[in-house]
């Protein structure tokens, strides 16, 4: 039990109201006023809920690592059940040990070298799809990503080609729309209120269990009894198998299919968005992804080995996702009383840990707002707290397909900028949306100019 009952500072709850609105609104700038005005450690009352805003790496660490067992994946997340049941992103304890033994061999680093050319495939296609759009009107360039990632994710995790399931992306949409309602209405409306929001997102999470359930089917068909892939869809089906209830069996593997995409391709996706838009920002960064693709890579694919020579590019991912983490924020509820930086924590209480706001924390980044890919120069290293930047995450529940979005973001970023220049559309406002991944709103129109 923990010794102290220091309550963190924070707004008044006749203050509720105002904070709603922008939790609605506006939930990075809520985040961002709150850590300005309060320091690293916020309560903040809404009405029924009060969370706990920790914002110092010693707190990030002490919850997600340290003292991780006392907490289960919180608010959003707990909702986002609804969508992913209990997949490997939003399970706890026994269950999800075992979903990560059993899945943890398809994201090893030696498997996702073996995907390098697979992975180099997609982005070609990408490249030629960009290409089309040369010296005409906007593409949708987060549009685009999104459709790369899905073929990565369907290639390399399922040994299939997701291409020919068109509404899997807008499916995927209206997953997330419902994830974040449900957060932001802090789950207080029911599914069955006929919302037109909620009606859509009922008929996608139906047409994605179908889509499972055809690629389940059409892996049983090809292979028969015999299923010995070493890919996602694969293991599932064979673990599913041993399942004493096979009903149970059958929506755990659903769940976690369902999951793996939705995990696997919005982070990677925007990831890439928000570097094309910096890029544009910043000609000059422009300039060196150029020239490093062209010295490294020539004219030929990319393979596995040139991970490690395209420094200045990991430079740039790795400054991307500091600025923009996908995964913006990482809730989790306390299971028991706890401490936190010297404040109480009691059991059931919301905390929250918010990349966003940790990788912008002035007292651990100079020129926070600023884009520098160079900081992560080692020449440049800091004193810097390792939970300072937590782009994946920390402690057991690190992300999984860490490798993999890497792997994808570099090699597509290099092949890209290798052939092709993208220019923002003059006077398209581009605005953050923080949704279950941090994306850009409405999408990124941006013309397609050649080399
Ligand atoms: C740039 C790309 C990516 C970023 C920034 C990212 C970030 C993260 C973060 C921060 C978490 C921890 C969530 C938490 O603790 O609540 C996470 C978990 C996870 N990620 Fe990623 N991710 C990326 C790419 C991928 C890819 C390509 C996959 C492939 C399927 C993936 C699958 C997952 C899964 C399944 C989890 C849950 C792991 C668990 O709880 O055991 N991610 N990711």
């Not at 890919?231 to 599932?236: E, G, N, P, W, Y």
């Not at 369902?258 to 920002?281: I, K, N, P």
């Not at 402690?395 to 860490?402: A, D, E, I, K, Y």
């Amino acid at each position: 039990m923990a010794a102290t009952r220091r309550v963190p500072p924070g707004p008044p709850r006749r203050a509720a109201p105002v904070l709603l609105r922008r939790l609605v609104g506006d939930r990075l700038e809520l985040m961002r006023s709150a850590a300005a005005e309060y320091g690293d450690a916020v309560r903040i009352s809404m009405g029924p809920k009060t969370l706990y805003f920790f914002n110092h790496p010693d707190h990030a660490k002490h919850v997600l690592a340290d003292n991780a067992a006392n907490y289960h994946k919180g608010i959003g997340l707990a909702q986002a059940r609804r969508a992913l049941g209990n997949g490997l992103l939003t399970s706890e304890g026994e269950l999800w040990r075992k979903q990560r033994r059993q899945i943890q061999p398809v994201f090893q680093h030696k498997r996702i070298a073996q995907q390098a050319g697979v992975v180099a495939e997609e982005a070609a296609k990408l490249v030629g799809r960009l290409r089309a759009h040369e010296g005409g009107g906007p593409v949708d360039v987060v549009g685009e990503m999104t459709a790369l990632t899905l073929g990565v994710l369907g290639r390399t995790l399922l040994d299939v080609d997701l291409s020919a399931f068109e509404a899997v992306g807008h499916d995927f949409e209206a997953v997330q729309d419902q994830a974040m309602f449900d957060m932001v209405t802090m789950g207080m409306v029911p599914g069955w209120v006929p919302l037109s929001k909620q009606l859509r997102f009922r008929q996608a999470r139906q047409s994605l269990q179908g889509v499972v359930d055809r690629l389940v089917a059409e892996r049983i068909s090809r292979d028969g009894e015999r299923i010995e892939g070493d890919d996602a869809l694969s293991r599932l089906i064979v673990a599913t198998r041993q399942e004493p209830d096979q009903r149970v069996g059958r929506q755990r593997m659903r769940d976690e299919l369902v999951t793996l995409l939705l995990a696997g391709h919005e982070t990677t996706a925007s990831t890439l968005g928000w570097t094309f838009y910096l890029a544009d920002r910043h000609p000059e960064v422009a300039e060196r992804l150029h020239a490093e693709a062209v010295e490294v890579l020539g004219d030929r694919p990319p393979e596995f080995e040139d991970l490690h020579r395209l420094r200045y590019t990991a430079r740039v991912v790795e400054e991307v996702v500091r600025l923009y983490p996908p995964v913006w924020i990482l809730p989790r509820q306390a299971q028991a009383d706890d401490e936190v930086g010297g404040y109480h924590v009691p059991a059931g209480a919301d905390v929250l840990i918010c990349p966003y706001t940790l990788h912008r924390h002035p007292r651990f980044w100079d020129a926070p707002e600023q884009f520098d890919p160079e900081r992560f120069d080692p020449d440049r290293a800091t004193d810097r707290p390792r939970y300072a930047y937590i782009p994946f995450g920390a402690g057991p529940r690190f992300c999984v397909g860490n490798h993999l979005g890497l792997l994808e973001a570099t090699f597509t970023i290099a092949m890209v900028a290798r052939e092709l220049r993208l220019a923002k559309v003059p006077g398209y406002r581009v605005v953050a949306e923080p949704m279950l991944s941090l994306r850009v709103r409405g999408g990124l129109p941006m013309t397609v100019h050649s080399r």
